[in-house]
């Protein structure tokens, strides 16, 4: 076992050389720093290799003892896992996981040897010996280089399918790329992104760099009297074509047809025939499951009456197939949306409602009905069973984009700003075309006041459509901060008409906000809009809080007490916010809303205006 100085001083592991004073991971041709306690974290599973280290022992000596929760320690592992080649936790390399005991360093660690004794040379020297390095190096290249091989590469875009049916085969044609999508989530050590539509002229090269990936997916499904015609191809970053099939069938075998394709794929890439890829559920007929495919169309559209459109075919699903999981999954997450449109507590109620349905008729959607559950735990407060329910659905074995998400959300409603911008990249780069997943990132950036980032990303999302009125109503902050009044105008007035409001109030509030601040009265007038118009919460405790009425603003914080959903509690955190922070009564509303002892419980404290988890 190597002792702690001995490890100090550096140590290979695999291809990774680990310099632990510098928190720095070196592999071939690049590096990656770590956060300090994943550092510590190698560290003490460098020493204690090959025995077994408990989550006590990393408390202890990563921790130094201090409390803290198996989400700060799950998170620190697999921060770890991420820098180390995305180290997979159910066929891992390096760090393998001992259920009920601990975590366990596969690899013996190489300490790095004493330092030789130096010795100065005469003049002459270092140049001969250049001289000799170049000659015999360049001949060690060209007598041992292997031939050229195909690239090990374990990333792949799937490309959106193309229909070449009617207009109305369209949400099939959805369908399948999201269940070709989904079920190859599943095929571990292997990197699943979700891309567009490619134009006529896309190449594989231009796919691939701009999703980062080693392969790219295309394929087509055609619909025509009662059969189902889809083709698949592969090609590589290089253009060329690695594997192209045709699978057929009738309309009662569609849902396994996506499954032979998601086969075929993975056999592809990965040069050798393994057990059949398989979904975690099937559904019993295609009746029920077209209509799943119809809701899950509806769903993506997001605006109320398309919700309402998804609830009523996803219950039609579920009352001909009652054991057919991802339908509950669909019409939960359709009800948490229209949670945004009204009834927070009713929509809440049944997405809980029917994923706890779903998993007692079909146990399989356990893990990832935990993100509903996650979801609606941080708009009702309850951080710690939030965080919980993440921790189960981000380490699912499944991995899912919707997931992360979420977790951006809990992570910034509780202050953990960098963690939140960590999850929202993760979901993006799992989803790098959406429109939601691009906002939730733009947003997150926002928070951190990184403007060129957040403008980048608000910019794609823009591109995608407007997205919710909830990322509506942050991109118009975002729009007040730079100054763009005008453009921030009209995005609010979007917003507020999506959710129904009344909107009179929009025009008057914004002509005086464009006036030169020695010029403004918002102090006298928000009082006087308030009371004839209705102005919701979260936008009116942002306007308070930029015309410096910290005492107004806090009141409607302390509404969060009662009720968590009224306004998103991340915006507390933001520097329009620094006026209320500042109130001697802003700690006791810490206290009240259960933010300060979920922070003492994973090493946080607030203090000076900020959040501090240096110690966690």
Known sequence: MATEPDLQRGFDLGPFSVLPERNILRWPGNESHLEPKQMKALVTLARHQPDVVSKQTLVDEVWAGRATSDESITGCIKGLRAALDNDSPRKPKYIETIHGRGYRLKLPPIVAEEEPTVRIPPKWFPGLIAAISVIAVAAFIWITRPPPGPPIIDSVVITRFANMSSEASQPTVDGITEQLVSTLYGVPNLEIKKGSLPTETETAREIANRYNVGWVVFGSVQQLSGQVKITARIDDRDNAVEWAGTFTGTDDQIFGLHEEVATAVRNAIRGEKEENVTASSRPANSEAYNK??????????????????????????????????????????????????????????????????????????????QTVHGYVHTKRGDWMAATR????????????????HYHSILLASVGRVDDSLAAAIRAREMEPDSQVLNSRLAITYFWKNDMVNARRYYDLANTMGPGAPISQLSYALFLVREGNLDEAREVVRRAIMLLELESSWIDPLFDELAKPPESRSLQSML??????????????????????????????????????????????????????????????????????????????????????????
């Open 389 to 404: 329910a993440f921790d189960i659905a981000t380490n699912s074995t499944v991995d899912y984009p919707v997931s992360h």
């Open 527 to 616: 009082p006087q809009l308030v009371t004839q118009h209705e102005i919701p919460a979260k936008v009116l405790i942002v306007f308070l809080a930029i015309s410096g009425q910290s005492d107004e603003a806090m009141k409607i914080a302390w509404q969060l007490v009662e009720d968590p959903s009224i306004f998103d509690i991340e915006l507390i955190y933001l520097d329009e916010f620094s006026v209320m922070r500042q109130l001697a009564d802003f700690p006791r509303l810490l206290d009240q809303l259960g933010l300060s002892d979920y922070w003492r419980d994973i090493g946080c404290q607030w203090a000076d205006n900020s959040l501090n988890c240096n110690g966690a």
């Open 292 to 369: 799943y495919l119809l809701g899950q169309f509806y769903l993506a559209k997001r605006d109320p009456t398309s919700l309402n459109n998804a609830v009523e075919l996803l219950s039609e699903s579920i009352a001909m197939d009652p054991g057919y999981g991802p339908a509950y999954l669909e019409l939960a997450n359709t009800y948490l949306l229209l949670a945004d449109y009204g009834a927070k507590d009713r929509m809440f109620n049944l997405a809980l409602a029917t994923v706890e349905e779903g998993v007692s008729r079909d146990p399989r959607i356990h893990d990832a009905a």
